[in-house]
């Protein structure tokens, strides 16, 4: 309770989450607020911002808007199924690796490092150019491929926790190894991972940005990507195409790491607790 009071009134977390309240509030409800449909050319290509168009169309007379708002609830999915994705696998290895150690330890070790040397820019562009890019297949993608971080983080946590005396009664208690991890170690432990996971978000919504860029996106949704794609040859005479997405994906971005920030700060208390 101390600790959610400590992030709350923290003015970082109260940015972040406003950001992120307006995104959320514009991809729940992006069919009522979209001027129209943001795959379809709705007017003249490289129109200017103006009354009928606020954020003026791109090279394909697409409503930038409506892009805008439709691609919000496509990098929502993307951070949160993506940083879902990887907090279960980081959580689950990483902890049975801290708490029986030895040669499983040694094993998901090795493991975890294997995924640290591979590039992972090129192992997402590999794995979207061979199995597709729809969205849900993209979003597990980015999960399996960003979970190592929290991994080695949870198995740190898990490696101090165990030692811990309320872990020697349980054990004395008779109670299984599955219950004593998963109910007295990892909910004591989890709070730097979940810090971790929400800076992941605002990593997931990058890399959506970035496949798009590239033209691995999916083409059946609209994305902030994609608006970058066709404003990349009209730079000096349609900038909005670029400023625009530009900002939106900035300020995604700033939300999560104020957040993630803030709540790491929040966790770590035991500081504000001696005082």
């Given at each position: 309770?101390?600790?959610?009071?400590?992030?709350?009134?923290?003015?970082?977390t109260?940015?972040?989450?406003v950001?992120?309240?307006?995104?959320?509030?514009?991809?729940?409800?992006?069919?009522?607020l979209?001027?129209?449909?943001?795959?379809?050319?709705?007017?003249?290509?490289?129109?200017?911002?103006?009354?009928?168009?606020?954020?003026g169309?791109d090279?394909?007379?697409?409503?930038?808007?409506?892009?805008?708002?439709?691609?919000?609830?496509?990098?929502?999915?993307?951070a949160?199924?993506a940083?879902?994705?990887?907090?279960?696998?980081g959580?689950?290895l990483?902890?049975?690796?801290?708490?029986?150690?030895?040669?499983?330890?040694?094993?998901?070790?090795?493991?975890f490092?294997?995924?640290?040397?591979?590039?992972?820019?090129?192992?997402i562009i590999?794995?979207?150019?061979?199995?597709?890019?729809?969205?849900?297949?993209?979003?597990?993608?980015?999960?399996v491929?960003i979970?190592?971080s929290?991994a080695?983080?949870?198995r740190?946590?898990?490696l101090?926790l165990?030692?811990?005396?309320?872990?020697?009664?349980?054990?004395?208690?008779g109670?299984?190894?599955?219950?004593?991890?998963f109910?007295h170690i990892?909910?004591n432990g989890i709070g730097p991972?979940?810090?971790?996971?929400?800076?992941?978000?605002?990593?997931?919504?990058?890399?959506?940005?970035?496949l798009?860029f590239l033209?691995?996106?999916?083409?059946a949704?609209?994305?902030?990507?994609?608006?970058?794609?066709?404003?990349?040859?009209?730079i000096?005479?349609?900038?909005?195409?670029?400023?625009?997405?530009?900002?939106?994906?900035?300020?995604?971005?700033?939300?999560f790491?104020?957040?993630?920030?803030?709540?790491?700060s929040?966790?770590?208390?035991?500081?504000?607790?001696?005082?």
């Amino acid at each position: 309770m101390k600790k959610l009071k400590i992030f709350l009134k923290n003015k970082q977390t109260i940015v972040g989450l406003v950001i992120l309240f307006i995104l959320m509030f514009c991809a729940v409800l992006a069919p009522v607020l979209s001027p129209g449909k943001p795959l379809f050319s709705v007017g003249p290509p490289i129109q200017k911002p103006n009354h009928d168009f606020i954020f003026g169309t791109d090279n394909m007379g697409r409503d930038v808007l409506a892009m805008i708002i439709w691609g919000s609830r496509v990098s929502m999915v993307f951070a949160f199924g993506a940083a879902g994705i990887s907090l279960i696998i980081g959580v689950v290895l990483g902890a049975v690796s801290g708490y029986i150690g030895g040669v499983v330890d040694d094993v998901l070790s090795r493991f975890f490092e294997i995924f640290y040397i591979i590039p992972r820019t090129f192992l997402i562009i590999l794995m979207v150019a061979i199995f597709g890019s729809s969205v849900t297949l993209m979003v597990i993608i980015v999960g399996v491929t960003i979970w190592p971080s929290n991994a080695k983080i949870m198995r740190a946590q898990v490696l101090t926790l165990k030692s811990r005396s309320y872990v020697h009664a349980a054990e004395v208690a008779g109670s299984k190894k599955l219950k004593i991890l998963f109910k007295h170690i990892v909910p004591n432990g989890i709070g730097p991972v979940l810090s971790n996971s929400t800076l992941q978000m605002a990593q997931a919504v990058l890399t959506e940005a970035s496949l798009s860029f590239l033209g691995l996106g999916d083409p059946a949704v609209a994305s902030w990507g994609k608006v970058l794609q066709s404003g990349q040859s009209h730079i000096s005479s349609a900038p909005w195409l670029v400023i625009i997405p530009g900002i939106v994906i900035a300020m995604m971005l700033l939300a999560f790491n104020l957040i993630g920030t803030a709540l790491h700060s929040a966790l770590n208390v035991k500081q504000q607790i001696l005082e």
